[in-house]
């Protein structure tokens, strides 16, 4: 038996009039959903994927110097090369110095090998003197680093459209004159210092915030509401008063001559002329992130101890389990996805801090996102601070995978 | 022999603020083996009482024995007392299997010895086959039962249990009721229960004490409670009742004549009040009232009918009589079919003795 279509009044069948009445429905939904679509797709994911592209993106060199990646195809790479790559150096030079736009190679170059900015300059500042034919001999005349044949590598090393160089420098690693991969050397060796250093003080930040935020968010769980009222308010605080202002006083409390200082040399811990150092060196940058970020452990913690009946308690204790067992058995386990979530938001947004290590790291105390800023502002090598916050992007998600295989990410609470 | 006081309150009070005394000399001793309800309206400090004696609260003067020694010092995990939560108190993240396990596991039970009593905890509550499952995938009397097994599954001599039924549905609270009082008989263990639900105390308790105001009104059996209120409190709270206020006139015996509030005069069992001029509230069960009585009774009225509520197995009258307009009747469902309707007037007897004259409310 066939089921027969049911009409609506008009004659059309059922299905379809119920989908045509839906299809405004869905449209004003969606409708609805995309500024925000729109909002995202342009803050986030454009600008995401502008890093990544820019990360890797390396076509600028070969765009400048076109005659004369075309002219090293044919050179082995060992000796000098012979006149046509030097003839298709000057052609380049030339049309950049016309151009003016010569600058941008001196950086660039420079970044794959230091003393091509000297080198650079001085030959285009001779280039009108250069005679047609043997430019060879002229080259070398000019500055005897065309003579060395590792200039010449770096040149070439400089050529790939794409490359992941700038990924390598992030690990103080290098492609050398053969293009394998290397360490960079000994006393270049900073990025790893500065990843362990962000690492680490993320880790410990998290620590200190979980140890403090933990008794505090089950006080405010517990208390009469009038009191954890008024302590939410002391946590929340903070999150009211600008980040700036908040490290500022942060750096009035902790300089040599500040507060703290005086009540150790009040206490008798140190004298007066041997003034412990709390600023601009990682204590300072401890001190100030745990304040700053503990009150993203609170609320996570706060929100899921609130939820805990304190009946459990009572019961694991009428069962014959000391405060102490009742506490690891049944409240601690219960309270894993807010502690959970807390950690990963400290870690996460500990990690990727930049304005307080800013003001109050110092040279020793500040972390791989100042360096980021540093490759931004300062040294214009956009590409290496992308590298760097592509990086950063990768730990986290790394960070979330793995606690995603150990607690499960459904075991999250925000609230 | 069973010790008649293996739970004892001596004279205990109990205030949270220094100013106001929730429990007020409670004296109350518990028989082994027993099973006692504490019965009131919320805020009679019958809770309370029972997180004392659990040992989550102190008693601010007094003692509590629990078989012959002081428990004020013992804190509630050295106590051994089996408790069960208004909320089950389950704890969430655990299996049944693990929740019943905790008691014996900080007790150092080995494993094989664990696996036996927890089966037979579940077993008791008929619930085997039920270990994987977790708090949460149960409905809510299957973690009833989960939360009595628990409370027993370590043997402790005594269980208390605070409104252990409040979340349930009627048919599930009801069936709760018969199954929590067949393993209170069929393991002997003492039960202390809290509830502020009338039936659940009688159907369920040997003995019922009904607190009101920090003080226990009535301790005694359902029946001995229903039947012989000593106080107008009592009467009120437990069962349905008639009050009529008035004054004692005469008094002979075991019977009084009570002039009401409203000039007529009735005959009543003096309780309380027991001398003339004596304030007075008499009180009547509905059911001890007939219409049209055969034989005869000392108490003899007219009154006319107000109201006539159908509840299926009976129906209830609302009589206006002797200047109370909210007098109840029950009329049992029976064929012969009496004609009642409203606005009718009907006789209503009933026995002196029935009629309790209790103190003035």
Redesign the interface.
Known sequence: MSKEQILSSDGIPLEQSLKKAERKNKLKAVLLVAPLFLFLLIIYVFPIGDMLFRSVDDRMITKMLPNTFKAMEKWDGRDLPDEPVYKAIYDDLKYLKENKTYGKIIARLNYEKSGFSSLIKKTVRKLNKVEEGNYKEQFIKIHKRWGQPEYLVALRNAAPNWSYAKYLKGIDMKFDQDKNITLVEEDRRIYKILWFRTVNVAFWVTVFCFILAYPISHLLATLPMKYSNLLMICVLLPFWTSLLVRTSSWMVLLQQQGPINDLIVWLGLATDDNRPELMYNVIGTFVAMTQILLPFMVLPLYSVMKTI?P??M??????????L??FV??YF??TIPGIGAGCLLVFILAIGYYITPALVGGASGSLISNTIAYHMKSSLDWAFASALGTMLLIGVLAIYWVYNKLVGIDNIKLG | MANKQFVRFDNVDKSYDGKELVVKGLNLDIAEGEFVTMLGPSGSGKTTCLMMLAGFETPTNGQIYLDNNVISNIPPHKRGIGMVFQNYALFPHMTVYENLAFPLRVRKIPKDETDKKVDKALSMVSLQGFEARMPMQLSGGQQQRVAVARSLVFDPQLVLMDEPLGALDKNLRESMQYEIKHIHESIGVTVVYVTHDQTEALTMSNRIAVFNDGKVQQLSSPDELYERPVNSFVAEFIGENNTFGGEIIDLSGDKCKVKLNSGSEIFANPIVAKSKGEKTTVSLRPERAIIDPQSSMDNNHKGKIEEVIYHGDHTRLRVDLLGNKEFILKVPNSSSGMNIKEGKEINIGWNSSDCRALDPK
């Open positions: 009946s009946s459990l009572r019961a694991g204790k009428s069962l014959g389990g000391t405060p067992v009742s058995k049944i386990p219960l």
